[in-house]
């Protein structure tokens, strides 16, 4: 579903993966979640996004997350 909506351009942001159509990072979005900000806030702020997106953004974040590996080093 993410894969629809999250696109990573190297002319925006650097690369970063954004919301298409908009120069909002994904993890713009995520951070604003994370500070408590609601969805209905979140699309009032940002009225190029839509809830759709916001679902995009977690659902590509914990995508991300479920590849990630970690290997402690050294004991």
Request: charged share 35%.
């Given at each position: 579903?993410?894969?629809e909506r999250i696109v990573l351009d190297p002319e925006v942001?650097?690369?970063k993966p954004i919301v298409k159509?908009?120069?909002l990072a994904v993890e713009f979005v995520i951070d604003l979640l994370a500070q408590g900000w609601s969805r209905e806030q979140?699309?009032?702020n940002y009225p190029g996004l839509t809830?759709?997106?916001i679902q995009a953004c977690l659902a590509y974040a914990?995508?991300?997350l479920h590849l990630q590996k970690i290997f402690p080093v050294g004991a």
């Open positions: 579903m993410w894969k942001l650097t690369g159509g908009t120069r979140i699309l009032e809830d759709q997106d914990s995508e991300v």
